[in-house]
Protein backbone atom coordinates (compact mmCIF):
# COMPACT_ATOMS: atom_id res chain seq x y z
CA UNK A 1 0.00 0.00 0.00
CA UNK A 2 1.56 2.99 -1.04
CA UNK A 3 1.90 5.89 1.87
CA UNK A 4 0.88 9.97 0.95
CA UNK A 5 3.63 11.82 -0.52
CA UNK A 6 5.98 13.32 1.36
CA UNK A 7 5.04 16.95 1.72
CA UNK A 8 7.99 19.82 1.69
CA UNK A 9 7.72 20.62 5.46
CA UNK A 10 8.03 16.96 6.08
CA UNK A 11 11.14 16.35 4.14
CA UNK A 12 12.43 19.79 5.83
CA UNK A 13 12.06 17.91 9.04
CA UNK A 14 14.07 14.80 8.07
CA UNK A 15 16.69 16.96 7.37
CA UNK A 16 16.45 18.83 10.41
CA UNK A 17 16.55 15.74 12.47
CA UNK A 18 19.16 13.92 10.50
CA UNK A 19 21.41 16.70 9.25
CA UNK A 20 21.10 19.25 12.81
CA UNK A 21 20.26 16.35 15.49
CA UNK A 22 21.98 13.73 14.20
CA UNK A 23 19.45 11.26 15.01
CA UNK A 24 19.42 7.66 14.28
CA UNK A 25 16.95 5.87 12.32
CA UNK A 26 14.65 4.77 15.62
CA UNK A 27 14.75 8.39 17.00
CA UNK A 28 13.38 10.20 13.67
CA UNK A 29 9.95 10.96 13.50
CA UNK A 30 8.01 12.02 11.24
CA UNK A 31 3.96 11.98 12.29
CA UNK A 32 2.22 9.67 9.44
CA UNK A 33 5.67 7.82 8.39
CA UNK A 34 6.50 4.51 9.40
CA UNK A 35 10.02 3.85 9.85
CA UNK A 36 10.76 1.65 6.78
CA UNK A 37 9.53 4.73 4.79
CA UNK A 38 11.95 7.42 6.62
CA UNK A 39 14.53 4.82 6.30
CA UNK A 40 13.31 4.34 2.35
CA UNK A 41 13.44 8.20 2.04
CA UNK A 42 16.45 8.98 4.12
CA UNK A 43 18.67 7.13 1.50
CA UNK A 44 16.97 8.64 -1.65
CA UNK A 45 18.22 11.84 0.13
CA UNK A 46 21.45 10.84 0.83
CA UNK A 47 22.05 9.89 -3.03
CA UNK A 48 20.87 13.14 -4.00
CA UNK A 49 23.60 14.47 -1.85
CA UNK A 50 20.82 16.41 0.57
CA UNK A 51 22.46 15.04 3.82
CA UNK A 52 25.97 16.53 3.33
CA UNK A 53 27.32 13.36 4.63
CA UNK A 54 25.59 13.14 7.78
CA UNK A 55 24.30 9.63 6.77
CA UNK A 56 26.76 7.48 4.54
CA UNK A 57 23.99 4.74 4.62
CA UNK A 58 25.88 1.13 4.39
CA UNK A 59 27.91 0.42 1.27
CA UNK A 60 26.57 -3.29 0.11
CA UNK A 61 28.92 -5.14 -0.97
CA UNK A 62 27.95 -7.16 -3.49
CA UNK A 63 28.65 -11.43 -2.85
CA UNK A 64 30.47 -12.36 -5.98
CA UNK A 65 30.58 -16.33 -7.60
CA UNK A 66 33.58 -17.19 -6.25
CA UNK A 67 32.65 -16.27 -2.88
CA UNK A 68 29.05 -18.00 -2.96
CA UNK A 69 31.05 -20.88 -4.07
CA UNK A 70 33.28 -20.99 -1.37
CA UNK A 71 30.34 -20.89 1.00
CA UNK A 72 28.87 -23.49 -0.82
CA UNK A 73 31.65 -25.74 -0.44
CA UNK A 74 32.13 -24.55 3.70
CA UNK A 75 28.74 -25.82 4.18
CA UNK A 76 28.01 -28.61 2.14
CA UNK A 77 31.45 -30.16 2.14
CA UNK A 78 33.07 -29.45 5.62
CA UNK A 79 29.34 -28.32 7.52
CA UNK A 80 30.79 -25.37 8.80
CA UNK A 81 28.41 -22.89 10.67
CA UNK A 82 28.00 -19.26 9.64
CA UNK A 83 29.65 -18.48 13.25
CA UNK A 84 32.38 -20.92 12.27
CA UNK A 85 32.83 -19.28 8.66
CA UNK A 86 32.90 -16.05 10.33
CA UNK A 87 35.18 -17.01 13.16
CA UNK A 88 37.60 -17.82 11.40
CA UNK A 89 37.98 -15.53 8.70
CA UNK A 90 36.75 -17.85 6.33
CA UNK A 91 34.97 -15.79 3.82
CA UNK A 92 37.08 -11.96 4.74
CA UNK A 93 35.00 -9.16 5.28
CA UNK A 94 31.77 -11.36 5.40
CA UNK A 95 29.62 -11.12 9.12
CA UNK A 96 28.25 -13.82 10.71
CA UNK A 97 25.03 -12.39 9.90
CA UNK A 98 26.02 -11.73 6.60
CA UNK A 99 26.76 -15.53 5.58
CA UNK A 100 23.79 -16.02 7.86
CA UNK A 101 21.79 -14.97 5.25
CA UNK A 102 23.27 -16.00 2.18
CA UNK A 103 23.33 -19.62 3.18
CA UNK A 104 19.64 -19.12 4.13
CA UNK A 105 19.11 -17.16 0.68
CA UNK A 106 20.81 -20.13 -0.72
CA UNK A 107 19.14 -23.38 1.37
CA UNK A 108 22.54 -24.06 2.52
CA UNK A 109 23.74 -25.12 6.13
CA UNK A 110 22.40 -27.72 8.01
CA UNK A 111 18.56 -28.49 8.16
CA UNK A 112 18.36 -29.97 12.18
CA UNK A 113 20.68 -26.90 12.95
CA UNK A 114 18.17 -24.62 11.33
CA UNK A 115 15.21 -26.25 12.75
CA UNK A 116 16.92 -26.37 16.16
CA UNK A 117 17.19 -22.17 15.83
CA UNK A 118 13.32 -22.39 14.44
CA UNK A 119 12.47 -24.08 17.18
CA UNK A 120 14.63 -22.56 20.03
CA UNK A 121 12.58 -22.02 22.91
CA UNK A 122 12.95 -21.14 27.06
CA UNK A 123 12.49 -23.75 28.98
CA UNK A 124 9.12 -23.57 31.23
CA UNK A 125 9.51 -24.35 35.37
CA UNK A 126 8.77 -28.10 35.29
CA UNK A 127 11.12 -28.49 32.50
CA UNK A 128 13.81 -26.59 33.50
CA UNK A 129 13.69 -28.29 36.92
CA UNK A 130 13.47 -31.53 35.24
CA UNK A 131 16.86 -30.18 33.32
CA UNK A 132 18.44 -29.20 36.26
CA UNK A 133 17.88 -32.75 37.64
CA UNK A 134 19.31 -34.35 34.99
CA UNK A 135 22.53 -32.02 34.78
CA UNK A 136 22.92 -32.99 38.43
CA UNK A 137 22.81 -36.99 38.08
CA UNK A 138 22.97 -39.25 34.89
CA UNK A 139 24.03 -36.36 32.45
CA UNK A 140 26.39 -35.21 35.01
CA UNK A 141 29.46 -35.95 33.15
CA UNK A 142 28.53 -35.95 29.40
CA UNK A 143 29.33 -33.56 26.83
CA UNK A 144 27.51 -29.86 27.09
CA UNK A 145 27.24 -30.57 23.01
CA UNK A 146 25.73 -34.12 23.19
CA UNK A 147 23.08 -32.44 25.86
CA UNK A 148 22.58 -29.60 24.11
CA UNK A 149 21.13 -32.16 21.35
CA UNK A 150 19.69 -34.09 23.28
CA UNK A 151 17.48 -31.60 24.82
CA UNK A 152 17.23 -29.35 21.80
CA UNK A 153 19.36 -26.92 23.32
CA UNK A 154 22.35 -24.28 21.89
CA UNK A 155 25.21 -25.52 23.83
CA UNK A 156 25.89 -22.31 25.29
CA UNK A 157 22.81 -23.05 27.19
CA UNK A 158 23.89 -25.99 28.89
CA UNK A 159 27.11 -24.94 29.67
CA UNK A 160 25.73 -21.23 31.21
CA UNK A 161 23.07 -23.67 33.21
CA UNK A 162 26.22 -25.86 34.64
CA UNK A 163 27.71 -22.70 35.76
CA UNK A 164 25.06 -21.45 37.79
CA UNK A 165 24.58 -25.07 39.29
CA UNK A 166 28.44 -24.70 39.87
CA UNK A 167 28.94 -27.80 38.04
CA UNK A 168 31.05 -27.38 35.18
CA UNK A 169 32.84 -30.00 33.80
CA UNK A 170 36.36 -29.83 34.71
CA UNK A 171 39.15 -29.11 32.07
CA UNK A 172 40.00 -33.34 31.90
CA UNK A 173 36.29 -34.29 31.89
CA UNK A 174 35.90 -31.91 29.39
CA UNK A 175 38.37 -32.85 26.85
CA UNK A 176 38.66 -36.87 27.48
CA UNK A 177 35.19 -37.31 25.35
CA UNK A 178 34.75 -38.17 21.66
CA UNK A 179 32.46 -35.23 21.27
CA UNK A 180 35.38 -32.76 21.97
CA UNK A 181 37.95 -34.85 19.87
CA UNK A 182 35.60 -34.05 16.75
CA UNK A 183 35.19 -31.37 17.66
CA UNK A 184 39.39 -30.34 17.31
CA UNK A 185 38.97 -32.29 14.39
CA UNK A 186 36.66 -30.20 12.77
CA UNK A 187 38.45 -27.19 13.69
CA UNK A 188 41.92 -28.61 12.53
CA UNK A 189 40.35 -29.43 9.19
CA UNK A 190 38.92 -25.55 8.98
CA UNK A 191 42.63 -24.32 10.21
CA UNK A 192 43.73 -26.23 6.88
CA UNK A 193 41.06 -24.77 4.80
CA UNK A 194 42.10 -21.23 5.81
CA UNK A 195 45.55 -21.72 5.34
CA UNK A 196 45.35 -22.97 1.56
CA UNK A 197 42.79 -20.80 1.19
CA UNK A 198 44.97 -17.82 1.96
CA UNK A 199 47.77 -19.52 0.52
CA UNK A 200 45.81 -19.28 -2.97
CA UNK A 201 45.03 -15.47 -2.61
CA UNK A 202 49.04 -15.01 -2.23
CA UNK A 203 50.08 -16.78 -4.77
CA UNK A 204 47.25 -14.88 -7.13
CA UNK A 205 49.06 -11.73 -6.00
CA UNK A 206 52.37 -12.84 -6.24
CA UNK A 207 51.40 -14.23 -9.92
CA UNK A 208 50.12 -10.66 -11.01
CA UNK A 209 53.77 -9.25 -9.24
CA UNK A 210 55.66 -11.43 -11.73
CA UNK A 211 53.36 -10.80 -14.53
CA UNK A 212 54.62 -7.32 -14.24
CA UNK A 213 58.13 -7.61 -13.53
CA UNK A 214 57.62 -10.23 -16.85
CA UNK A 215 56.66 -7.46 -18.87
CA UNK A 216 59.34 -4.65 -17.51
CA UNK A 217 61.92 -7.59 -17.86
CA UNK A 218 61.56 -8.14 -21.77
CA UNK A 219 61.73 -4.58 -22.23
CA UNK A 220 65.19 -4.48 -20.27
CA UNK A 221 68.44 -4.19 -22.96
CA UNK A 222 70.22 -6.54 -20.86
CA UNK A 223 67.15 -8.79 -20.72
CA UNK A 224 67.95 -12.18 -19.45
CA UNK A 225 66.71 -15.30 -21.46
CA UNK A 226 63.77 -16.64 -21.69
CA UNK A 227 63.37 -19.75 -18.78
CA UNK A 228 60.40 -22.05 -19.02
CA UNK A 229 59.01 -23.70 -15.73
CA UNK A 230 59.22 -27.53 -15.99
CA UNK A 231 55.58 -27.64 -13.59
CA UNK A 232 53.53 -24.82 -14.64
CA UNK A 233 54.90 -24.79 -17.94
CA UNK A 234 54.71 -20.45 -17.86
CA UNK A 235 57.83 -18.70 -19.52
CA UNK A 236 59.82 -16.84 -17.53
CA UNK A 237 63.04 -15.57 -17.21
CA UNK A 238 66.52 -17.08 -16.12
CA UNK A 239 66.58 -14.30 -12.87
CA UNK A 240 66.61 -14.55 -9.11
CA UNK A 241 63.35 -12.90 -9.18
CA UNK A 242 61.74 -16.18 -10.74
CA UNK A 243 63.84 -19.16 -10.43
CA UNK A 244 65.51 -20.38 -7.19
CA UNK A 245 69.55 -20.02 -7.87
CA UNK A 246 72.15 -22.41 -6.47
CA UNK A 247 75.47 -21.24 -5.84
CA UNK A 248 78.47 -23.51 -5.96
CA UNK A 249 82.06 -23.02 -4.91
CA UNK A 250 85.32 -24.44 -7.06
CA UNK A 251 88.22 -23.91 -7.60
CA UNK A 252 87.54 -22.93 -11.00
CA UNK A 253 84.99 -19.91 -9.57
CA UNK A 254 81.67 -19.89 -8.78
CA UNK A 255 79.28 -21.62 -10.67
CA UNK A 256 75.34 -21.04 -10.32
CA UNK A 257 71.94 -23.25 -11.37
CA UNK A 258 68.46 -22.25 -11.84
CA UNK A 259 66.11 -24.39 -10.55
CA UNK A 260 64.00 -26.11 -13.25
CA UNK A 261 60.61 -24.93 -11.74
CA UNK A 262 59.97 -21.61 -11.07
CA UNK A 263 60.08 -20.31 -7.34
CA UNK A 264 55.94 -20.77 -6.92
CA UNK A 265 55.83 -23.77 -8.22
CA UNK A 266 58.46 -24.77 -5.84
CA UNK A 267 57.00 -23.15 -2.63
CA UNK A 268 53.93 -25.15 -3.84
CA UNK A 269 55.69 -28.14 -3.87
CA UNK A 270 57.37 -27.76 -0.72
CA UNK A 271 53.95 -26.70 1.19
CA UNK A 272 52.10 -29.88 -0.66
CA UNK A 273 52.25 -33.16 1.40
CA UNK A 274 51.20 -34.66 -2.05
CA UNK A 275 54.27 -33.50 -4.20
CA UNK A 276 56.84 -34.40 -1.01
CA UNK A 277 57.62 -37.97 -2.03
CA UNK A 278 58.72 -36.50 -5.75
CA UNK A 279 60.62 -34.00 -4.06
CA UNK A 280 62.67 -37.06 -2.11
CA UNK A 281 63.21 -38.55 -4.84
CA UNK A 282 65.52 -36.01 -6.31
CA UNK A 283 66.54 -35.09 -3.24
CA UNK A 284 69.40 -32.64 -3.47
CA UNK A 285 67.44 -31.10 -6.02
CA UNK A 286 70.26 -32.89 -8.20
CA UNK A 287 68.12 -32.96 -11.64
CA UNK A 288 66.41 -29.64 -10.85
CA UNK A 289 69.47 -27.77 -11.25
CA UNK A 290 71.61 -29.19 -14.22
CA UNK A 291 70.10 -27.24 -16.66
CA UNK A 292 71.42 -23.80 -17.69
CA UNK A 293 75.11 -23.58 -15.56
CA UNK A 294 76.33 -20.46 -16.33
CA UNK A 295 79.53 -18.42 -14.45
CA UNK A 296 77.92 -15.75 -11.85
CA UNK A 297 78.40 -12.23 -13.50
ZN1 LIG B 1 56.05 -22.78 -12.26
Given at each position: MPGSRWTKPQIE???????????????????????????????????????????????????????????TAFTAEYGFSASFI????????????????MMGRHGLGNPAIKERARQACRLDPPRRAEFQRFLLGEGRLLPSIVIARQWGLAQKTVTAYRRRLGIQLSWRE??????????????????VTHTRERWRQWRERKMLGWE???????????????????????QWYAAREFFHVRT??????????????????????????????????????TAQYAVNSCCLR
Open positions: SLVDQIVHLSKPLPQIDIPGKTRAAINNQRKRLQRAGVLNGSFAGRAVRPWTFPELKRLAQMGLLPGRSKDSISKARSSDEYRRQQRKRAAAFKLRQQMSQRADCPSARVCQACGERRSPAGVKTSYCRICRLCRAEQRRDPAAKSVRRLGRLF
